[in-house]
Structures are given as structure tokens and as C-alpha cells.
């Protein structure tokens, strides 16, 4: 197991370092994500995201996500000895770096981009390299799973900015995306995309997560879906516990293969963990539960890294 490492592919951590709340280095501060104990777990590359959250949105969306753009960059450059910025494959070579944790910026929300195409290129050139492009609402690009009573595609500008993406060499997100959005997104893209924090529906029937024929899609466009760990996507009753999150990997690798199966916290997003799953520091016991069902070391490097890894140098330019 010594050459396992791990790619989380969502934490909301970064809200708490702009606002003041947590420095994100010492786990006396609370939280759920922390450099330290996630260098201690093998944390080797943490996507960072920018959530513009509801009482911005309309109006505000651009200026939130922007400021959390500079708030990322701000964090990366005051622990230069613990993170550093991954912006293409160049970058993806120093993964795993014995000592400092890569940091992939991603957009939780098409809303920065306001109505405007070219907005995707500042964002570009800020360093975020992933976009989910709605939460659960409606967006300028397309519908999020929130808006129940549609079975809407993709807007026009939702359709350019999928293809711009794939020019840019940006990763497609589509966690949170309605499903038809999601058909959308996969009949256009022409590189793979992720579902960076999502579940398994057939084990848990919450909204945001994906259909056995979307998992199975997925894999033919040899995308990844990260396996989110808040407990009502992974369960409908009763307390989850890190064995759920197990089951759904297993889930996922069966009906679409271990190299479709990723790792996507949410942490710091989530209003509770699962018992077991509290902090990124739980990471090495999730671990050695895929050892216990019997993933081989090979398959437990694929869903802990390697994945994320192969996907995003398809992707990145």
C-alpha cells in the first residue's frame, strides 16, 4: 500500500479560509479538511471549490466567485512548503509530492460566467481547471437537479461553453446537473467529464445521484465519478456509516468498472460525515475497508488516485 495516494475530487474548505472562520493548517480549528491531517491521510491532489452560494446568486455571482478565486491563490502562496497549484500536465508530474498537496481550482456553479462566453477565459487564466456548470438551479448554461418540474438540455451558451472547456482544456463537472444536461453535456464534450461528488441511485434514490445508465455512460466516455460521502446521498434511513461509502464504491465498480470509481469528499461541505468518515484524517480506514471486500492494491490505487489522475491528464493541456 505504500503507493497509494489520494485525489479528492470536492472540498468546500475554502469558503471557511476567505471568510475568516479556519486557516485550513491545524486541526484544533475544527472542520472537516486540513493540511495537515490530510498530508498524515495521503492527500496528494485536492480539488479546491469555489461555491457561490444562493444569496449571491443572481446579481453577485461573478464578484463571490472571483473573490474565492483570489482567496485560492492567496492560501497557495502563504503555505508555499504545503500546497501548490496544478494547472496542467507539467503540474500533474509533481503528483504524488512527498510533501505538499497539489490544489486544482474548480468552480462549484456556471453562474460566475454570469451570460458571458468570454468570462470562461478569465477564469481560465486565473488557474481554475474544472467547472460544475450548475448547482441545483437554473443557470444562464442549464438546469441543476433542484429544478424538478423541466427536462431541459443545455442552452446555447451552456452548449459553447462545454465546447470551450474542451478547447481551454478545462474538466467538465456535471455533478449537480439535471440528467438530461448531463445526456447534453456527453453527446457534445469530446473529452471525458466527471461527476467529481456523487453517489450510486440505485443504492440511495436522492436526486443528485446517478442512474446505473448514466454510471455505465460515464465509463464508456472513460469519465469518473467521485463518491461523495454525505450521508443522505449515500443512504435513505438510519445513520451512515463509512461502510456505506464502501458500498457504493462497490456499487460503481461493478456496474461500470474500478477505473470509473473516484473519490469526492465534499468535506466542508456537508453538514455531518458518516461515523467512522468524521475528517480527512479518516481517509487510511477507508482504505483498509476496500481491502477487507477484497479490491486488490492495484484496484484500491485506481479509486484512490489513479483514476482522477488518468482522467485529468486526458483533460488539461
Avoid at 173 to 189: I, P, T
Avoid at 292 to 299: C, Q
Wanted: proline letters at 3%; charged letters at 20%.
Amino acid at each position: 500500500m505504500d503507493n497509494i495516494f489520494i485525489v479528492d475530487g470536492h472540498c468546500d474548505s475554502l469558503i471557511h479560509y476567505v471568510e475568516g472562520e479556519r486557516t485550513l493548517h491545524d486541526p484544533l480549528e475544527g472542520g472537516h479538511w486540513d493540511t495537515q491531517r490530510a498530508k498524515q491521510a495521503g492527500i496528494s491532489l485536492q480539488f479546491f471549490a469555489a461555491y457561490i452560494g444562493e444569496t449571491y446568486k443572481p446579481t453577485m455571482s461573478t464578484w463571490r466567485g472571483l473573490q474565492l478565486i483570489e482567496g485560492a491563490h492567496r492560501f497557495i502562496v502563504d503555505h508555499p512548503e504545503e500546497v501548490f497549484l496544478v494547472l496542467g500536465k507539467q503540474d500533474l508530474q509533481k503528483v504524488p509530492d512527498p510533501t505538499r498537496i497539489g490544489i486544482l481550482l474548480s468552480v462549484e456553479g456556471g453562474e460566475i460566467l454570469g451570460q458571458n462566453l468570454f468570462m470562461l477565459d478569465i477564469i481560465h487564466k486565473l488557474g481554475v481547471r474544472a467547472l460544475g456548470l450548475t448547482w441545483n438551479q437554473r443557470n444562464a448554461l442549464a438546469d441543476g437537479i433542484g429544478e424538478i418540474n423541466t427536462q431541459s438540455r443545455l442552452t446555447n451558451l451552456g452548449q459553447e461553453v462545454v465546447l470551450h472547456m474542451n478547447k481551454l482544456g478545462m474538466l467538465i463537472d456535471v455533478s449537480h446537473l439535471n440528467e438530461a444536461g448531463f445526456w447534453h453535456v456527453l453527446e457534445l464534450s469530446k473529452a471525458p467529464i466527471a461527476a467529481t461528488h456523487s453517489c450510486a441511485q440505485a443504492l440511495c434514490s436522492n436526486s443528485r445521484n446517478l442512474t446505473d445508465q448514466q454510471l455505465r455512460a460515464l465509463a464508456e466516455h472513460k469519465g469518473v465519478v467521485g463518491v461523495n460521502f454525505y450521508p443522505s446521498f449515500l443512504k435513505e434511513t438510519g445513520q451512515a456509516r463509512r461502510e456505506d461509502v464502501v458500498r457504493h464504491i462497490c456499487h460503481i465498480a461493478e456496474v461500470a468498472g474500478v477505473e470509473t470509481v473516484g473519490l469526492g469528499s465534499d468535506f466542508d461541505g456537508i453538514s455531518e460525515a458518516p461515523a467512522g468518515l468524521e475528517h480527512v484524517g479518516d481517509y487510511s480506514k477507508l482504505l483498509d475497508d476496500l481491502i477487507r471486500v477484497g479490491f486488490s492494491t492495484r484496484e484500491i490505487e485506481q479509486i484512490s488516485g489513479r483514476n482522477f489522475m488518468r482522467l485529468l491528464s486526458d483533460v488539461l493541456k
